[in-house]
């Protein structure tokens, strides 16, 4: 059951990023050329969609805090941490320079593999490289910060 | 590219918004994608099995939509280059910052989390500069 309710979430999602024009690049870029403002050519509908997103998650989330467990699972998983640290920053500054050449984010990019589109495949197929070094680089990080025990 | 359409915009941010809140209501995840992405190809990640259905659907729904007459049109692209020096900075950075523009810009905002409101405004200023520069500057 949780099953087919992920799945249906997920069509949700995708036709709101459809619907909305989120998957269409030039939209997006569109938003983030804020130097556009002033000669009249901007684009303000990602604001639009974020603030509406918005409209209905701050309320929807407030009603999802106030229940002890969630309707179909026996733990919501919350995320805990509030601190700001380097890693937060630094990977949110090298994904914004990555949404900001092509204008496809994780969800879009996705989605957009519906085209069949050779470019937005091989994307994808980029991220997925980049989400995998970071695993591998994460993993090596670790095992050198433990103590050399088995290394005698 | 059509022109601005607020209503569509706001239907559309709406559903995006939904989906979160009914994923974290009924099954208390967040839609975070990179994170259900990230997750699903992790060696060490478990639980599976949601997170495949729910990109499933994810893929499902643009050609719902084009099956209902819309047209499915790919998103314009730049040079091979570019798209995988790109591909690999999201990639990349969205594990290392832990979320994207949905797990932080929508769920970690909505409940108010300083760590998403942190990094919502970082990758959104640092887009904004990439792409001031990308079509100003060069």
Known sequence: MPIFFALFCGFTFGAGLVISGMTDTARVLGFLDVLAIPKDGWDPTLAIVMAAALVVSIPGFWLAKRRERPILAGLAAWPTRTDLDRPLIVGAALFGAGWGLVGLCPGPAIANLATLSPPVLLFVVAMIAGMGAHDLWQRAQRSAALPAASDG | ?138
Do not use: E, K
């Open chain 2, 1 to 138: 590219m059509a022109p601005f359409d607020p209503i569509s915009a706001a239907i559309g941010g709406a559903l995006i918004g939904l989906a979160a809140t009914m994923l974290m209501l009924v099954t208390g995840r967040i839609a975070g994608i990179s994170g259900i992405l990230g997750d699903l190809i992790d060696l060490a990640g478990g639980d599976r099995l949601w997170r495949l259905a729910f990109i499933a659907g994810l893929i499902a729904a643009p050609l719902a939509i084009a099956a209902s007459g819309a047209p499915l049109r790919a998103p314009t692209m730049p040079g091979w280059i570019v798209i995988v020096i790109a591909g690999l900075l999201v990639g990349f950075g969205t594990r290392l910052g832990s979320g994207c523009t949905s797990g932080h810009g929508i769920c970690g905002i909505a409940r108010l989390s300083p760590r998403s409101i942190a990094a919502t405004m970082t990758f959104m200023a640092v887009a904004m500069l990439v792409v001031a520069f990308t079509r100003h500057a060069l």
